[in-house]
Every structure is written in structure tokens, then in C-alpha cells.
């Protein structure tokens, strides 16, 4: 902030953005992805876009990239850096079985 660079308002801004995301909202995509074929396809095509229609904003040009698990292939999250600074978020970020 002495630089100039960022200014505290937008801190602040990222800070309620990032205090925002629950574990209610991942949830809420795979619940919806779970009863909702067309959503999945849209989900798995682009998946900012898919959170986008629950209207599941991001704040900056971030890019998500989902995956599904299939009888062949699982997949492994591996929890950013950015995600384990919220506790609650690594603690329940287990995907459900398929």
C-alpha cells in the first residue's frame, strides 16, 4: 500500500470476497451438477461460466477448470496455498463418491 500499488479498498474488497466462499457454495454446484445433467455439460465445458449462472461471482480473471471422476479415472484435488489459509475450506473440501 506505501507504493501505490494497492490501495486498501481493494484489499478489503478481495478480503469479503474470499470470506464469502463457503463451503455451502461448492455444494450447491455439485448438488445442482449432481440433478441437472445440462448443467454438468455446461459445468464441465466452463465452469466459471456454469458458477457464474448460480451467480457465483469471482472477482478477478481467475479461470476453473472442472473434472469429473469416472469408473476409470479419479481425481485428486490438491488444495492451494490461497485455499489452506481458510481453515474451513481444506477441512471439508472432500468430493463426494461417484
Not at 474470499?18 to 445442482?32: I, N, Y
Not at 457465483?56 to 481425481?75: A, C, M, R
Request: hydrophobic share 45%; proline share 4%.
Amino acid at each position: 500500500m506505501e507504493k501505490g500499488i494497492l490501495q486498501a479498498a481493494e484489499i478489503r474488497r478481495q478480503l469479503e470476497v474470499l470470506d464469502s466462499r463457503t463451503e455451502e457454495l461448492g455444494a450447491k454446484v455439485v448438488a445442482r451438477a449432481w440433478v441437472d445433467p445440462e448443467f454438468r455439460a455446461r459445468m464441465l465445458a466452463d465452469g466459471r461460466a456454469g458458477c457464474e449462472e448460480l451467480r457465483i461471482s469471482f472477482y478477478d480473471d481467475t479461470g476453473l477448470i472442472v473434472v469429473e471422476n469416472t469408473p476409470q479415472v479419479h481425481n485428486l484435488m490438491i488444495l492451494s496455498t490461497a485455499q489452506m489459509w481458510k481453515p474451513s475450506t481444506a477441512a471439508n473440501s472432500a468430493s463426494p463418491a461417484t
